[in-house]
């Protein structure tokens, strides 16, 4: 079993920056595909951002809507179990709840919500104008 929780979030001005944390418990994040998604009021989940597990490459991949603006990264420490959403140049349109999902199926590690088995509750981050 793993255990997520994610914290990190709040109010920021729009062209600001905020830092998610995901702090993983139950397996070493290191070994794991972790992942963020987000949700808007009315609209459908949508992956962020993918890490794959260190042993199958540690690959990251990005949502459109986000490259160049987010990363994800994750301590390389087998002690330090906690992945991290950097967001910079944020937007209104980044308004969401953002969840933390995690995978031990390396195969399976992509931006797509239904591959992945366990999820924290989430952290809202919301951008105004």
């Keep these: 079993q793993v255990y997520l929780v994610e914290s990190g979030g709040g109010s920021v001005q729009a062209g600001g920056s905020l830092r998610l944390s ?9 070994d794991l595909c972790l992942a963020w ?4 009021p009315g609209k459908e989940r949508e992956g962020v951002a993918r890490l794959n597990a260190v042993h199958a490459g540690f690959t990251s991949v990005y949502a459109n809507s986000v490259e160049g603006r987010f ?8 002690s330090k179990n906690t992945a991290y959403l950097e967001m910079n140049s944020l937007t209104s349109e980044d308004t969401a709840m953002y969840y933390c999902a995690a995978t031990q ?25």
């Design 71 to 78: 990363t994800i990264s994750r301590d390389r420490d087998r």
């Design 37 to 40: 998604f987000r949700q808007a």
């Design 105 to 129: 199926d390396v195969r399976a590690c992509s931006l797509t919500s239904a591959r992945y088995n366990y999820w924290g509750r989430g952290t809202q981050v919301t951008v105004s104008a």
């Design 22 to 30: 995901c702090t993983v418990s139950g397996q070493p994040a290191i």
